[in-house]
């Protein structure tokens, strides 16, 4: 399964961003997809997860009810949009791929992941 990750940047407190993740390969469909980031100093922390039946998703706590997961089949993308962003969202973030949608397994490898930077 290969990924690209993109849509971050630079945006003040409160505003909003939407990440896109681009995936192909012969089988990604057999795989849940998933958003992690990584701020400076921290653990990576997986942030939303999601089938790509959209029947199951999951946002972490901290994220909920201001960022969403989706998945459009038709042009094989999964999106995270996020709102009300606050200096606290500014992390890398990444597009992962998992066997299975729980646990969600961290891949071995990671792309470059997307900067998403929130100013006060």
């Known amino acids: 399964v290969q990924l690209q990750a993109s849509g971050g940047g630079l945006v003040q407190a409160g505003g909003s961003l939407r990440l896109s993740c681009a995936v192909s390969g012969r089988t990604f469909r057999r795989y849940a997809m998933g958003w992690f980031r990584q701020a400076s100093g921290k653990e990576r922390e997986l942030v939303a997860r999601i089938t790509w039946s959209g029947i199951n998703t999951y946002v972490t706590d901290s994220v909920k009810g201001r960022f969403t997961i989706s998945a459009d089949n038709a042009k094989n993308t999964v999106y995270l949009q996020m709102n009300s962003l606050k200096p606290e969202d500014t992390a890398v973030y990444y597009c992962?791929?998992?066997?299975?949608?729980?646990?969600?397994?961290?891949?071995?490898?990671w792309g470059q992941g997307t900067q998403v930077t929130v100013s006060s």
């Open positions: 992962a791929a998992s066997e299975t949608y729980y646990p969600f397994r961290e891949p071995d490898n």
